[in-house]
């Protein structure tokens, strides 16, 4: 790996002066530039409508341009389904000083090349106009610089986790975060919604769910109390609004473990049912785990049947892991079910519960997802989320799981970016942004048949420690712009990446991002932060 300081190539200097991120597959930059006024108008082929409807409502707010409908425009986009090399997200942007062509074979594939034409802007074409504000008067000076690219992502799976479970976050949040996701072409929004210290999903046949678990008393011994819940219209709104952006939201609802919000709100479906107990309010693996009676199974059943009746994708997140055996080992009912099903002890109505979750969401005609940390305890139809560390996400491909990889050391973002006594308070440890692009998803070393398996890879944001929308920007940029960037293209090249991401930063900047500065001194991976949180460094 050459030195960050190296300097590049002419040609692969040129490439990094236009900073886009994720890097495209192949970039030819060529003389001149395409300039915009009010007149520019944009020609959208049969299927192309829905880009040209996004890349005006993400423009026009403002630079003021209309980009008004024009069969004879010389903006076109087309879909062209006979461009399958371009795969389900790829596409061929052209910019020439007379004209803009954007084709596609797939419609996801022209939201991406949007993208890209946003980057290709000059940064102040991205910044928000506050709310209720007019768009602004078209100014002189838009233009794009002429290039040849020719794009699609290495995996099929890239996004990020935001854990709205231990702090709830506004719906108006969700859909800027979705915004960040989509301009770094990442596409899965994983909402976790549901854990020990709150449920966050309304399920109409359980309102107790958000009355009682979506509130608790405090947060690992604050004092403050904390609550929060959507409706299902801002579910469905949110839904609306990420799949205009080409992001499929994929819910998280935890089970059999991580759900003492559930049993503080319908004790019943515990282990022992006469004992109230209310939402958790310390971080950790909680002991209260949900029963295994027929009465759990029919909550379980008709929790997820509303889960699929608002959240359309194919997926659907159970959890799965961290689920103490305690309560069972001493359970009767527990004992009764490990005799009806002929299980081998309590360790077995495990796999059996889930075994169980995945039939029925098979029956509503959806997948199910679940984290692994051993390797072995998802039954076979789970799409397996490997958090531990690659090597039990191997073992799970070479079982048969599909894989999407997410190794706590190089995605979760809720570790300091250093040991700087400044960072805000985390987990122990750290994680850097170059630990963050060094994330492998398929290592070269694995055996084809389980690299084959790996959908792709996805960040995970915490919030035990980060309340904040402005936290939770902090700890994700530019980190998530290095998982963006790996995750959509083969290239691995540290250099380029970061002066890509210099240029990258001024975008950031005019969307209001405040992350880490990539400036600051190299940090000492072994060494956690000591002291709690400052104010937030601007890019």
């Known amino acids: 790996m050459r030195n960050p300081d190296t300097v590049l190539p002419v040609a692969a200097t040129r490439h990094c002066e236009l900073g886009l991120v994720p890097r495209p597959d192949s970039v030819t930059v060529q003389p001149g530039r395409f300039a915009l006024d009010h007149r520019t108008g944009l020609r959208a082929g049969p299927?192309?409508?829905?880009?040209?409807?996004?890349?005006?409502?993400?423009?026009?707010?403002?630079?003021?341009?209309?980009?008004?409908?024009?069969?004879?425009?010389?903006?076109?986009?087309?879909?062209?389904?006979?461009?399958?090399?371009?795969?389900?997200?790829?596409?061929?942007?052209?910019?020439?000083?007379?004209?803009?062509?954007?084709?596609?074979?797939?419609?996801?594939?022209?939201?991406?090349?949007?993208?890209?034409?946003?980057?290709?802007?000059?940064?102040?074409?991205?910044?928000?106009?506050?709310?209720?504000?007019?768009?602004?008067?078209?100014?002189?000076?838009?233009?794009?610089?002429?290039?040849?690219?020719?794009?699609?992502?290495?995996?099929?799976?890239?996004?990020?986790?935001?854990?709205?479970?231990?702090?709830?976050?506004?719906?108006?949040?969700?859909?800027?975060?979705?915004?960040?996701?989509?301009l770094h072409k990442l596409n899965v929004l994983h909402l976790h919604l549901t854990d020990d210290q709150g449920w966050r999903m309304p399920i109409a046949a359980y309102p107790r769910l958000t009355g009682i678990g979506g509130r608790r008393t405090e947060s690992a011994g604050d004092g403050i109390p904390h609550q929060g819940a959507y409706t299902r219209a801002e579910l469905t709104g949110l839904l609306a609004y990420a799949a205009r952006r080409g992001v499929s939201v994929v819910p998280e609802i935890e089970m059999p473990g991580h759900a003492r919000a559930a049993l503080a709100a319908y004790p019943r479906l515990g282990n022992?049912?006469?004992?109230?107990?209310?939402?958790?309010?310390?971080?950790?693996?909680?002991?209260?785990?949900?029963?295994?009676?027929?009465?759990?199974?029919?909550?379980?059943?008709?929790?997820?049947?509303?889960?699929?009746?608002?959240?359309?994708?194919?997926?659907?997140?159970?959890?799965?892991d961290e689920c103490p055996r305690t309560e069972w080992e001493r359970s009767p009912a527990a004992r009764a079910r490990i005799a009806a099903e002929a299980l081998s002890g309590p360790a077995a109505l495990h796999g059996w519960f889930l075994g169980e979750i995945a039939a029925h969401l098979a029956r509503l005609g959806r997948r199910p997802l679940g984290w692994t940390d051993t390797g072995d305890e998802l039954p076979p139809a789970f799409t397996a989320l490997a958090w531990r560390d690659a090597?039990?996400?191997?073992?799970?491909?070479?079982?048969?799981?599909?894989?999407?990889?997410?190794?706590?050391?190089?995605?979760?973002?809720?570790?300091?970016?250093?040991?700087?006594?400044?960072?805000?308070?985390?987990?122990?440890?750290?994680?850097?942004?170059?630990?963050?692009?060094?994330?492998?998803?398929?290592?070269?070393?694995?055996?084809?048949?389980?690299?084959?398996?790996?959908?792709g890879t996805q960040a995970q944001l915490w919030t035990e420690y980060a309340r904040t929308p402005a936290e939770l920007e902090y700890l994700a940029f530019p980190r998530l712009c290095a998982l963006a960037d790996t995750a959509w293209s083969a290239h691995r090249d540290w250099p380029d990446f970061r002066h890509r991401l210099d240029r990258h930063l001024t975008r950031?900047?005019?969307?209001?991002?405040?992350?880490?500065?990539?400036?600051?001194?190299?940090?000492h991976p072994q060494s956690p932060p000591s002291t709690p949180q400052s104010p937030l460094l601007t890019p």
């Open 47 to 182: 299927g192309a409508q829905t880009a040209a409807a996004l890349l005006r409502e993400l423009l026009t707010p403002a630079t003021g341009l209309p980009l008004p409908p024009d069969s004879a425009g010389p903006i076109t986009f087309l879909l062209a389904p006979g461009e399958e090399a371009l795969g389900a997200e790829g596409y061929a942007l052209t910019v020439r000083p007379e004209a803009v062509l954007l084709v596609a074979a797939r419609p996801d594939g022209l939201l991406r090349g949007v993208q890209t034409l946003r980057q290709l802007l000059p940064p102040e074409a991205l910044a928000a106009v506050a709310g209720g504000a007019q768009p602004r008067t078209p100014a002189a000076g838009w233009s794009v610089p002429c290039v040849r690219i020719t794009d699609r992502p290495r995996f099929a799976w890239r996004g990020a986790m935001l854990d709205v479970a231990r702090h709830f976050q506004p719906v108006a949040y969700l859909r800027r975060f979705v915004d960040l996701l989509a």
């Open 272 to 320: 022992r049912p006469g004992v109230r107990l209310e939402p958790w309010t310390r971080w950790g693996v909680c002991e209260n785990v949900l029963g295994v009676h027929d009465e759990v199974l029919d909550f379980c059943r008709g929790v997820l049947d509303e889960v699929a009746d608002v959240f359309p994708g194919p997926y659907v997140h159970v959890g799965g």
């Open 391 to 455: 090597e039990h996400g191997r073992a799970a491909a070479l079982r048969g799981h599909d894989v999407i990889m997410a190794p706590y050391r190089s995605t979760y973002l809720d570790y300091p970016q250093s040991a700087d006594p400044g960072e805000p308070r985390g987990q122990d440890g750290v994680l850097d942004l170059r630990g963050a692009y060094e994330n492998e998803p398929a290592p070269a070393h694995w055996e084809p048949e389980a690299a084959r398996r790996v959908l």
């Open 508 to 523: 950031l900047g005019a969307l209001g991002v405040r992350g880490r500065s990539p400036q600051s001194p190299t940090p």
